[in-house]
């Protein structure tokens, strides 16, 4: 009894399990067959091209789109060495993707035209350069990629687990272009750039004393100077952290011999503890010169320009003894500075000087800002040397960046105003030209 009771148990189980697993697989095959009386569209065509001004890694797959494109339709495209294979999937994306006005920079901005096809940016294979050579009795292959080989494409169509391939199969090599025509913005800026220097250079040769804005903390040199000179105090300059191979200290000491000459014609005394030697053979040269042009050699001491230190805080604290135990009239920061900047400034504070600081590091200004009386910031640095020197070459150079900058103002307003102009009238496309001028690529 009790085994014909399992029995019917077992039997009532497998009554309600084979419909429950039978039903859903029943209707997918129905699905699937019914699927299958409708054909998935495809392309009529394929083609191939090389990808225009680039780097020569780069092909183009391009054909019409198709009716019907929704999200669960996707295309595959297919890489292969031959026309027979063997193939491998290079990408897949949904249908409704990848059209032709995502590439303006090759097809232009005509909207109407480019939706019409699909583009899809393809690699090629590439041929390896095999290198074997011998190194402590082993022997070592390198692979290297040498040159794009020719390339065989073929796209298909997929929905779900279907999938249908486009007859046509396509094949290419890129090529390296020699003029990339998407960057013809940056060519223009810099053939006017050339243009507005060539003419400044000119300009100021005819007039050396071309209109310069005033930069307080130059103006401030002939004061601190000479309040220096009346104390009977000296005149400490430091060139900050970098050697004389970067631009800031190369700037600080031009900066230096027009310092200089001020000391020597008002009789004072000029200390210049360096970080670096090389900086500081140059700083007596330049010393040295700008006292021979001022017509006092002789009062020219070499010892007052001195080696410190090439380590960050030993040299901070070496320059930090010397003005707490000379007491100098004026200090001048100019140059590259980090860390040691507010040490400096904060110690030369307390002696009571009157300070003048230029540095392009940005997050020193602030301190140099607050315990300085007068600051070069940024780029006044670097326009200190035109604004001493009075050179026709270095003016030239700075009126150039204005006018450059004069530029990039304008661009930035044209810029705001085509964006919000696309904004309502997006039909028109010179207005997408004009934005995609001032695009960096």
Known sequence: MKMKKRTNRLNSLLVCLVPAILLPLLAAAQDDAGQEILPLPRPEQLEIMDAPHDDGETLLLKWPRISGETEDIEYVVYRGESREGPWEELTTFASNTSYGTDFPKYFGF????????HIREVTPLWEEQIKIFTLQGKTRTIKKRADPRKTFYKLAVRKGTREMNVDAVVSGIPHDNWFRKDRANGLIILVSMFFFVTFFIAKAIRNPNIFLRKIPGIDAVDEAVGRATEMGKPILYTTGY????????????????????????YDSRLIVPCKWPVAMTVCQEVVREAYI?????????????????????SYTIG????????RPAANFFLGTFAAEAL????TGASTGAIQIAGTDSNYQIPFFVVACDYCLIGEELYAASAYLARNPKLIGSLKAQDAGKM??????????ICVSLYAFFGQFDFLESILHFFTVR
Do not use: W
């Open 407 to 416: 530029i990039l103002f304008f661009g930035i307003i044209l810029g705001a």
């Open 343 to 346: 040490i400096l400034a904060e």
């Open 110 to 117: 005509d909207d109407d035209t480019n939706e019409k096809f």
């Open 242 to 265: 970098y050697d004389i191979q970067e631009l800031s200290c190369i700037c600080s000491v031009n900066i230096l011999a027009h310092v200089a000459k001020k000391v020597a014609q």
């Open 319 to 326: 320059v930090d003894s010397i003005m707490v135990r000379e």
């Open 293 to 313: 042009n001022a017509g006092r050699p002789d009062a020219f001491n070499i010892n007052d320009i001195f080696f410190v230190a090439g380590e960050q805080f």
